[in-house]
């Protein structure tokens, strides 16, 4: 069953670069099928999309986001990693990863986040 | 990009009621919309794609409809473990954006 694992640092300063990565084991990170994303919700708020990557590294960013966001993937250690530079207090966030696949429906093929890491929490703090 | 508005913002319902939850979107997204519930301290979970198919493992009491820009969630007989904040999302086109969430209480 695959499965989906954030780490990284739990407490980064203002200013700096928050850095995580999503460790995927049961399944290939490099299967044609899928997309691997980003997902953040700051306490007490909605979900807000980040980003996605595919295995050949090919991204889309939220444009809200797109100036600082950079994320990237190691087919060699089934892994994809998350990179946010100059943080401040608004960043404090639960982080989550997230599979997006697809199913045929009738004539067209839609898509949806089916599998999620746990989530970690990071703060943006001195 | 696309906007998605969620009504009600909050709920009070009692187990056994039927609760619909509708999702507006800012510009037709066609059937590209998902729904999540999420209960406090975990991760979102996938109920419904394709604005109506149900996922698998997804009790046959949730249900939803619509397609174009008005979106509907029923849940037919709401049951304790239901009492969660429920999010939908538009995959038509990036960014993938999520509604501002619903989230249904203990009357």
């Known amino acids: 069953q695959l499965q989906l694992q954030e780490s990284g640092p739990g407490l980064v300063k203002p200013s700096e670069t928050l850095s995580l990565t999503c460790t995927v084991s049961g399944g290939s990170i490099s299967s044609s099928s899928y997309y691997w994303g980003w997902i953040r919700q700051p306490p007490g708020k909605g979900l807000e999309w980040i980003g996605s990557i595919y295995y050949s590294g090919s991204t889309y960013y939220n444009p809200s986001l797109k100036s600082r966001v950079t994320i990237s993937v190691d087919t060699s250690k089934n892994q994809f990693s998350l990179k946010l530079s100059s943080v401040t207090a608004a960043d404090t966030a639960v982080y989550y990863c997230?599979?997006?696949?697809?199913?045929?429906?009738?004539?067209?093929?839609?898509?949806?986040?089916?599998?999620w890491g746990k989530g970690t929490t990071v703060t943006v703090s001195s | 990009d696309i906007q998605l508005t969620q009504s009600p913002s909050f709920l009070s319902a009692s187990v056994g009621d039927r609760v619909t939850i509708t999702c507006r979107a800012s510009q037709g997204i066609s059937s590209y919309l998902a729904w999540y519930q999420q209960k406090p301290g975990k991760a979102p979970k996938l109920l419904i794609y394709a604005a109506s198919t149900l996922q698998s493992g997804v009790p046959s009491r949730f249900s939803g409809s619509g397609s174009g820009t008005e979106f509907t969630l029923t849940i037919s007989s709401l049951q304790p473990e239901d009492f969660a904040t429920y999010y939908c999302q538009q995959l038509n086109s990036y960014p993938p954006v999520f509604g501002p969430g619903t989230k249904v209480d203990i009357k």
């Open positions: 997230a599979r997006r696949t697809g199913d045929r429906v009738e004539t067209y093929y839609y898509y949806y986040m089916d599998v």
